[in-house]
Structure formats: C-alpha cells, structure tokens
C-alpha cells in the first residue's frame, strides 16, 4: 500500500549539491550496479502518509541506516560504493553490525571510519553480541577491552547490543542480573566517552515466567542505571510486542503503548530503529515487514511526539532498518526520501 507525497525541496537540492561533490566518489558504485537512481529519483520516489508544509518532521542531520540492511550489497560491492549511495540517498548517519559484513577485500578500522567521513556519514553506533560460550568471542562479556577498543578506534558515541537480556533466563532475577551485567558495560563505556545501549525484539515486553505480572521490559528499565544504560527502541518489534504481549499469560489485559515509555524518559533512548510493517493479525508479530512508509506504523506521530518535547529535538538518532529488504539499495533509497517528506502539521 505505497502512497506518495510531494518531494521535499530542500532535501532535492542537498541532495543534488552531494550528488555534484560525490561524481568522483560514486563512479565505482555507478559502474558496478548501473543505472543508479538520480538524487531527483530520491527525492521524488517516496511513499508518504501525510504531507504538509509545516518544519521538517526528521531534525536535520539525525537520518541513519542500519548496515545490516545492506549487508548484501557490502558483502558483493564494499564499502565504498554502498556509502557512496548512502550518500547521495540523503543520509547522515551509519550504525554497523560488524566492521567487514563479508566486505569485499580487507579493510582496517581507521580505513572504515574515514571511508565513512569521506561520504559525509557520521558512524554512530555499531551492535555486538553480548555473550557467547566461546571464551574468545567478539561478545560484551568475552572480550569487553576490545569491543570498547574497537568503538572507540571509530569514533563511535553509542556501542551496544541488538540481543535481549535473556542469558539467564526470563525471571525477574534473571533480568536483574543481565542487567547488572550491562551496568558494568556501561560504566566502562561511559569511561571513554560513549553511551552503552541495548536495541529490542518484541520478546522483551513479554512477561517474567516467575511473575506474570511483570513485564520483562519494565525490570530492564527500573534495574539498569540510566546514566549507564541506554536503549535504541527498534519501534516495529515495539509495535510488534504490543500486538503480542498485551494480554498477561492469564488472559488479563495488560496494554500499553511503545511511544509512551519514551516519553516518560526520553534522556534514556537516544537512538531509534525507523522499521516498518503492514499490519497483519494472521501473523505471529502482528506485522509483515515492508519499506519505511509502506507500512502502518505512523512515523509522523512518533517522531514528532518525541522531537517536540523541550531540548530533544536533536538528541535523537533515527537510523532506516529492514531486515529482508527485496532490493536493498531500493529500501535505502525510498526509506530516506520517505522520512524527509514529512512535515509537521500545522
């Protein structure tokens, strides 16, 4: 269900001024993939909700994507080429998962970060496991010095993980002890400078099976120190554990909405997965996965809900995701041009 809405101007013409920077940059990624869409194409092949003439709903400078939804296009072409397209697609920002992602040929972290720079895309965030059996493993609890280490190396302000607090199990005590665990996380990253935080599924609003009247989420969030620990809220698996777990294993409602919990503490979530879905009672999450703006989800809301509350206009990061994109270059092109045509109503 695509809807389409006016281009947005002003995203036309930084785009077209990176378009003309980056000729030089994008010729390799022209070449391997052929008829790349034009920076009008991004600006002008948009599926939008609503469309007004009020400020921008996306702040500027804040537009990320999730390079797990390239991981196709990394793995075939390189680095190089898929930020060259992020590039002239409009975004700012990059969130790794993994520094090679299979890319094509070796690549150093001081070679990633200032390839990243060099297309005028900030590296944000990047997610690692957080355990493992494997003594060795590149997880938060294995190898905590190089996880720090390597962030760091990057330049990354936030460093977390996209796996749920589940190590030992889903009792309360279980979540109180994760989330001790990521406190220490925490305290070591704030130490140099960046922000530990954890990104959801829809498995984290679930219930504590000791206790079916707790939802895990809440332990998360009342046992974890907030100036430690942070969470990227993926807003679909939000919506998703919503449709899932509004009602207690008994029965008994237990609703609640995802925008509220980041209202009540906005300081705690400064980054967001913008994934979209149409909604679909027959399926287990209650959402079937689409393009940013194709879905159900209402992005105006939700952005402008959180950016209009005093001091957080640009305290967020917003970074595109889809985790079985058909095309993923497609995706990234549409989700961008997408997000920068809504505008606040007036």
Request: glycine share 8%; proline share 6%; with cysteine.
């Amino acid at each position: 269900m695509s809807r389409t809405s006016q281009p947005d101007p002003e995203l036309t013409h930084r785009l077209t001024r990176r378009g003309m920077l980056g000729v030089a940059a994008g010729a390799t990624a022209a070449a391997l993939l052929g008829a790349a869409a034009t920076p009008a194409t991004a600006a002008t092949e948009t599926a939008g909700k609503t469309s007004g003439r009020g400020r921008p709903v996306l702040p500027p400078g804040r537009l990320g994507i999730q390079l797990y939804s390239l991981r196709d296009k990394v793995s075939t072409l390189g680095f190089a080429p898929v930020f060259a397209e992020l590039e002239k697609y409009g975004y700012d920002e990059v969130e790794f998962a993994g520094y090679t992602q299979g890319s094509a040929g070796p690549i150093t972290l001081a070679q990633l970060k200032r390839l990243a720079r060099d297309h005028g895309l900030n590296p944000i965030g990047s997610h690692v496991g957080y355990y493992s059996d494997d003594p060795n493993a590149y997880t938060f609890a294995q190898n905590l010095t190089k996880v720090l280490d390597d962030a760091q190396a990057l330049g990354l302000k936030h460093i977390g993980t996209a796996s749920g607090p589940f190590r030992y199990g889903s009792t309360v005590d279980a979540w109180k002890r994760a989330a001790e665990e990521f406190n220490t996380y925490g305290a070591a990253a704030k130490a140099r400078g960046m922000k530990f935080y954890q990104h959801n599924h829809s498995e984290e609003f679930s219930f504590a099976t000791d206790n079916p009247k707790v939802r895990l989420y809440d332990v998360l969030l009342k046992e974890t120190d907030p100036d430690l620990v942070f969470l990227e809220m993926d807003i679909y698996w939000a919506y998703s554990g919503q449709f899932r777990f509004s009602k207690r294993p008994d029965g008994t409602p237990a609703p609640f909405e995802p925008l509220n919990y980041v209202l009540r503490q906005p300081h705690r979530y400064p980054l967001f997965h913008v994934k979209d879905g149409v909604s679909d009672p027959a399926n287990t999450y209650g959402y079937r996965m689409t393009d940013v703006g194709d879905g159900d989800i209402d992005y105006q809301k939700f952005i402008s809900a959180v950016t209009r509350l005093k001091g957080e206009r640009l305290a967020h990061h917003w970074q595109a995701e889809h985790d079985q994109p058909t095309e993923s270059f497609t995706f990234a092109r549409r989700s961008s041009a997408y997000l920068h045509s809504l505008r606040e109503k007036c």
